[in-house]
């Protein structure tokens, strides 16, 4: 094609891309779980943290999902309960509607609490072609074990974890009374980081879904 004879049709093409690149997709709705529902524990400092975080942007909806708040068994069923299924009315159609997740995790004994493996076992189709970020604390790894672990588990389930993490290493002395960090310029940059990974798989994965649906 002679590149000098483009008609107004097509002339109008590349001003249609700009205008639909620059218009702002609808928020990704994000659910960042909070891993730990041990008493005495010390999670809420960071998720609270992360939330907040979070919350400042405009790229995301941000909704917490306290593990403490519910009490889904270890032992799973095809056919739960009238109680198991209660507990999963509370907590399922949240994960089905998030387009994104970040799970905010302690460490305990080189790996991730029982608790999470528990909502995660329970659910299947929630997790699936959908991006996940990790916040996670402990003592001198600062949870990173834990989010290995992690990573193999999502991979199963088909979600896609984002590369950049946010980590605590001996939380409790990184924090004041009132839940601020005392040095927070680089967990602020990792969580943006981690945050700018999730929206960008948030958002291509939510237009591949529209288009046809995960082959999983
Ligand atoms: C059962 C248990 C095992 C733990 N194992 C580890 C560990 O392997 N590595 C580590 O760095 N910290 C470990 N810790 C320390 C926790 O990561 C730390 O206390 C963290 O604050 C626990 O989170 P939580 O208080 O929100 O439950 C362990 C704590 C508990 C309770």
Redesign the pocket.
Known sequence: MDITTIDSATEATPNALDDAAEASPAPLKLAVIMG?N?E?????V?SDWFVSRAAGRTDFTVELIDLADTDLPTALSFKPAAPVRDQLAKITHRLAEADAFVVVT??????Y?ASLKTLIDWHFAEWQAKPVGFVS???????L?AVEHLRQVFGELHAVAVRDTVSFHN??ALFDDEGRHLDPDRPHAAATSMLDQLAWWGLALRDAKSVRAYAG
């Open positions: 730990s041990r005495g524990r010390f999670g809420p960071v302690p460490e305990y004994n080189h790996s609490p604390y402990g003592g001198v790894s600062g949870g074990r939380a409790g």
